[in-house]
Structure formats: structure tokens, C-alpha cells
């Protein structure tokens, strides 16, 4: 037998919402052919740009009023497309998984008897699937704290601030510290997160327990995320599972050729393997290495690994973690990210050791280049 790839070129935004309506509509249609005979007229009304299916011509093009489930299906599509869009980088596989895995998990607890609103249940599933690490870290504190995140709260509405929207009040206060906070800090450079945490619904003030009982699964069984990876993504993160440092270093240039959801979901994993703490994080064949050798490949996750090592315990993490974070400034995009990474661990003291390999990281950092002169 021989093996043909076929690469589909990527969604634009306008493509991913149009592709995304579709999705839905064929959720909502039983009968086959009337779905093909949607696509089709629905082909002929596209332009060269854009899939031609949205809420003021989906009447036109179905032949009949639109339903009420689908109206919801479309205002759902418009606030999540954004998102979608910059996290699957217009790719239909992904976009068409993870419709899926909303549909699954809403279906799951219905069975259950229990009701998810879908808007914050594809919010949180968002972050769930493209940043799993910082996902975690939300659940475990908003699950010890009655289900409501102060943290995320407080980011909302500062990023409300941002927009110049009207902040509720009682959140004017800086953001609680904590470690959502930090990793939350280190993607702040990122247009995903920015887009996710200014996507509707404001999630703050919401009781989290509910959707979070249902991703629980996923805590106690990382391979989730490794199920939905390609071949040969999935060969990568057993390389860099592996021992052997060559093999590591062999499979991080290999991520430079793979979709960014595949490049997060395996810094996903490499994260959830280093905090087993089965490994030294010190050696050279470490979980940690491994983030930092696919960050040094792929600028773009940098952010996703600097949030991973803030979310591990301190006491964890080795002197040399804050070497690695420091050389991740060299990107100029991540210096940002990575001083205030240094910051943080040199002000905790749960651990000496790396509170000092941290602080003279930062010194170097944030000192005057050599022969500059303050006027």
C-alpha cells in the first residue's frame, strides 16, 4: 500500500466561522441528503474567501426558517470562531474534534442529569484543549474554592479595563496572586489568551464545579490529550518522553513541521510527566529540557512553557529551572514573560536554592548592557 498525505490548507477566520455554522447545521439536520444539497448551495453563494453560511442568509440557503437551536448554534459559533481560529490555526480536523468533544461532554451530562450551559462549557473546553496546563491550574483552585475563581475574575476585568468596558464592581482590586495568576501572566503576550480571556461569557463569577467534574477525567488520564494527536505527533512525545537526549533533540526540530494545538498539547503532556516527579527535572533528558528545547524551535509555545513551570510546585523545580527560563529571553518576544517567570520564583521561599539561581538570572536580565551610560 502507498501512503499519499493530502494537506488541506488552513481556515481563514471568516472560512473557520462559516465551516463552523456548517458543523452545526449538520448536527441539527438528520437526513443526509438535505445536508449535502445545504452544502452545495452553500458552495455556490462562497466566494473565494469565505464560506457563505451565517445567521442572515442561513434561511435563504436551508429553504426554510432557521430553528431556534441553530440561531443558538450560530451566536455560540460567533463567540467561540475567534478563538478557534488563532488556537486550531484553521485547521478543520481540530475544529471538527472539538465540536465533537463539547456535543460529547454537554450529552454526557445530560445523562447524568445534569445541564451545562454550553457558552461557558465551550469556554473552559477551549482553554482545555489548547492550553491544558493553564486549564489544570484553573480547575484545581477554582475546585478548592467553591467552584469560583477570584483569579480569573480579576483578569476579566482587567481585560475589561483594557476594552474600556464597564468593570462589575468589586473587582477593581490588582489581581490576587497565585498561580493561575503567574502562568495566566506568562501567556499574557499571547493573541490566544488575550482572545480567550475576552471572549464571552465572563467566567469569574461562575461555579466551575459542574464543568469541571466532567474534564476530571482527563486529570487522572493525561494520554487524552496524546489520543488526538497525528502520527507523527504522536511519535514526537514518545521520543521526547523518552531517556535518551539525542532522541529529544531530534524530535524538538521535528515540531517545527507540526500544527501549533499538536506543539501545546505535547508541551501538555512533557508537563504533566515532570510534575509525576519520577524524573530529575535537573538532567539533560528531563521533561523540562525537553519544553525548553521545543520552545527554542518554536518561539510561539514559549509562553505555554514558561506557564508550565510557573504551574509546578517550587519545590519541584531545580536551580537549573530558571537558567532554562532565562535562556527562552534571548527571543525578544518572551523576554517579558521570562523576567517576570524570574521575578516570581526569586521572591518565593519554599525553595533557596532556586530562589537564588533565579535572582542572578534576573540581575543579568535587567542590567544596563555593558558600556551604556545612564544620562
Known amino acids: 500500500l502507498i501512503q499519499v498525505p493530502i494537506r488541506v490548507p488552513p481556515l481563514s477566520r ?20 438535505s445536508f449535502k444539497a445545504l452544502c452545495d448551495r452553500v458552495r455556490a453563494a462562497s466566494s473565494y474567501d469565505a464560506i457563505s453560511f451565517h445567521a442572515e442568509n442561513a434561511e435563504q440557503l436551508l429553504g426554510q426558517p432557521v430553528s431556534d437551536e441553530l440561531k443558538a448554534d450560530f451566536v455560540l459559533a460567533e463567540q467561540i470562531a475567534p478563538v478557534l481560529a488563532l488556537c486550531a490555526e484553521g485547521n478543520p480536523r481540530q475544529t471538527k474534534r472539538f465540536l465533537n468533544a463539547l456535543v460529547l461532554r454537554i450529552d454526557m451530562a445530560t445523562d447524568r442529569g445534569v445541564s451545562l450551559d454550553r457558552a461557558p462549557a465551550a469556554k473552559l473546553l477551549l482553554l482545555e484543549y489548547f492550553l491544558p496546563d493553564l486549564f489544570r491550574t484553573l480547575a484545581l483552585a477554582a475546585a478548592a474554592n467553591d467552584g469560583v475563581s477570584e483569579e480569573l475574575a480579576a483578569l476579566e476585568a482587567e481585560a475589561r479595563r483594557e476594552e474600556g468596558a464597564t468593570v462589575v464592581k468589586g473587582h477593581e482590586e490588582p489581581p490576587p496572586t497565585g498561580t493561575f495568576t503567574a502562568q495566566a501572566g506568562a501567556m499574557q503576550a499571547t493573541d490566544r489568551f488575550r482572545t480567550w480571556i475576552r471572549t464571552e461569557p465572563m467566567l469569574g463569577s461562575v461555579d466551575l464545579r459542574p464543568y469541571i467534574y466532567f474534564a476530571s477525567e482527563r486529570f487522572a488520564l493525561p494520554i487524552g490529550v496524546a489520543q488526538r494527536l497525528s502520527p507523527l505527533a504522536a511519535q514526537a512525545l514518545r521520543d521526547l518522553l523518552g531517556e ?6 531530534a524530535a524538538a526540530e521535528r515540531t517545527m513541521t507540526l500544527p501549533l494545538p499538536e506543539v501545546t498539547a505535547i508541551i501538555g503532556e512533557l508537563a504533566a510527566k515532570a510534575r509525576q516527579g519520577r524524573t530529575n527535572l535537573g538532567e539533560r533528558n528531563s521533561p523540562m529540557h525537553a519544553m525548553v528545547k521545543i520552545a527554542n524551535k518554536r518561539p510561539e509555545v514559549g509562553a505555554d512553557v514558561i506557564a508550565a513551570l510557573l504551574g509546578m510546585p517550587v519545590d ?42 533565579a535572582g542572578e538570572r534576573l540581575k543579568v536580565l535587567t542590567s544596563a548592557p555593558k558600556g551604556s551610560r545612564g544620562r
Open 244 to 249: 535518551s537526549e539525542a532522541a529529544h533533540t
Open 316 to 357: 519541584m523545580l531545580p536551580p537549573g529551572a530558571a537558567i532554562q527560563i532565562a535562556s527562552l529571553a534571548q527571543n525578544a518576544a518572551l523576554k517579558e514573560s521570562a523576567v517576570s517567570a524570574l521575578r516570581r520564583l526569586a521572591e518565593q521561599t519554599q525553595n533557596k536554592s532556586l530562589q537564588t539561581a
Open 14 to 33: 471568516s472560512d473557520l466561522h462559516g465551516y463552523l455554522n456548517l458543523l452545526f447545521a449538520e448536527q441539527r439536520e438528520t437526513d443526509t441528503n
